[in-house]
């Protein structure tokens, strides 16, 4: 049941399953069509112009054969403790120059290395790909074999299924790709935002209506079960179904059958339903709000949409895809067309919009180097990461000591003091960004700019002039929050 088909963390998966191996991943080369193509490092990978032979899961390899790439070969040593040390000429390891040892941690967690400003690689720790059918999904890293295997085991099935994940990750590509492998693949796909649904006229929405039910109902509406009749019905932001439609999608789904407003009679309808989310499930159920009846119904089965931070290997992959979209082929120079320190500023920033956040990103590079080359300073202008200012500067080859040994109060006074800026935050606490944010996340003195309201954002806009470092220390949020959730209320 639902243990059999929720996509499973690293740590659930049975014993027999393969296990992670220090792995090297093309994340940018001139050649879009060689990003994402790796090798196996074993214990010692020399890495040229001329080899070793990098290629896609089950397919024929080749080196990496960009001319401004050293035919010399830099060295990938793997020590006993699970790190490396990586030695050659035109390299940077985490920004840096020259020669380097990372940690076993920092493999875990994904080492860009730089080659003469063209390549940039990414030396991880993933289990062996696998082949795989082409998909509408794009990427090739583990956390996307593995959404991919649970796709084609629930497309075989017609029972509801429950997409979480969080905002920008693709839950809607998902779910189409549930559609697309099912035996319904002909059949209607239809989606539908249930948070704009009004709870007056939800229901009328959801299964139709006929002629003369209420007042203005001059003609019978099939409603969406109906369009999606031999298809799949997508029921996004499940969450924020009205308490009083719930009860009649119980039934459409226990019975198979929906009751039109005032209908006589109930109609069959064949339609599989996949519900979505971006709220915490536990929390969701918590809050009480939503039937447990129906949460159970409809997350038989669940999918976990990994966010962009958790599939780094996949970011030059996704890059390339948009920049295709937008350009074809790069143009061609004397100059590398996207410096490879924009993509590192890539692999290491949290994209917080996942892969909507990197998709309008690669919009705006695309719009830039239309005719010609990017400077790093105009990619980091484009790219509009916040913390990529310094993206070009040199990575210590050491990560900062981590620590949350620090109070509520000492956060909230360091966040101020640094404007609610949190890459400046987190270097002067000493600790990830990562563990930032989770700590902001727990403080209960600290909003999140997601719970801002329209007005609130407007009056501080005039009181400001529009200037957003003083509108988010104003609000006491981060300056890429605010602008996030201006975009999302479609402020300018």
């Not at 040390?85 to 990372?102: E, Q, S």
Request: charged share 25%.
């Amino acid at each position: 049941m639902a243990g059999d088909t929720t996509l499973r963390t690293p740590a659930d998966r049975p014993s027999g399953v393969a296990a992670r191996v220090p792995w090297l991943t093309i994340l940018w080369h001139p050649r879009l069509e060689r990003i994402g193509e790796g090798c196996a490092v074993g214990d010692r990978l020399r890495v040229s112009r001329l080899e070793p032979e990098l290629g896609p899961p089950g397919g024929p390899g080749e080196p990496l054969g960009e001319p401004h790439v050293s035919r010399t070969p830099i060295s990938i040593e793997m020590q006993p403790d699970g790190g490396a040390r990586i030695a050659g000429a035109d390299l940077l390891v985490r920004g840096m120059p020259g020669a380097a040892v990372v940690t076993a941690a920092q493999i875990d967690a994904g080492v860009v290395l730089e080659l003469a400003g063209w390549v940039a690689l990414l030396l991880h720790r993933r289990r062996p790909p696998v082949k795989q059918r082409p998909s509408a999904i794009v990427g090739g890293g583990e956390a996307i074999d593995d959404l991919r295997a649970a796709i084609a085991r629930l497309a075989a099935i017609t029972d509801p299924v429950l997409v979480a994940g969080e905002t920008g990750a693709g839950k809607e590509r998902v779910s189409r790709a549930l559609h697309d492998e099912s035996s319904r693949a002909k059949g209607p796909f239809v989606a539908v935002n249930m948070a704009t649904l009004a709870p007056g006229t939800a229901a009328a929405q959801l299964f139709g209506h006929v002629k003369g039910a209420f007042t203005g109902a001059d003609r019978a509406v099939a409603g969406l079960f109906a369009q999606a009749d031999g298809g799949t019905l997508l029921l996004d932001e499940i969450f924020d179904t009205p308490a009083d439609v719930q009860p009649m999608l119980l039934r459409a789904l226990d019975a198979g059958e929906i009751l039109p407003l005032g209908a006589d009679a109930p109609r069959t309808i064949d339609v599989r339903v996949i519900a979505a989310t971006d709220a915490d499930l536990d929390a969701a159920q918590a809050r009480g709000a939503f039937r447990p009846q129906l949460f159970h119904r409809l997350a038989v089965h669940r999918l976990v949409v990994p966010p962009l931070r958790a599939r780094i290997d996949d970011v030059g992959r996704l890059l390339a895809s948009f920049i295709r979209r937008e350009l074809g082929e790069l143009p061609a120079g004397s100059t590398p067309w996207l410096p490879t320190a924009a993509v590192r500023a890539c692999a290491t920033y949290t994209w917080p919009g996942n892969v909507r956040e990197l998709d309008a990103a690669a919009r705006r590079l695309a719009l830039v180097g239309r005719t010609g080359s990017i400077t790093l300073a105009d990619a980091l202008t484009a790219l509009d990461l916040e913390g990529a200012d310094d993206a070009g500067a040199p990575v210590p080859d050491a990560a900062p000591p981590l620590s949350t040994d620090f109070d509520d109060a000492r956060l909230v006074a360091t966040l101020a003091a640094h404007r609610w800026q949190p890459t400046a935050t987190a270097r002067a606490l000493g600790v990830s960004k990562t563990t930032l944010y989770a700590r902001m996340d727990a403080c209960p003195q600290i909003r999140k700019a997601r719970d801002l309201e329209r007005a609130e954002i407007e009056a501080t806009g005039q009181v400001t002039a529009g200037d957003l470092d003083a509108m988010s220390a104003l609000l006491r949020v981060s300056r890429r929050g605010l602008q996030l959730r201006m975009r999302e209320l479609g402020l300018p």
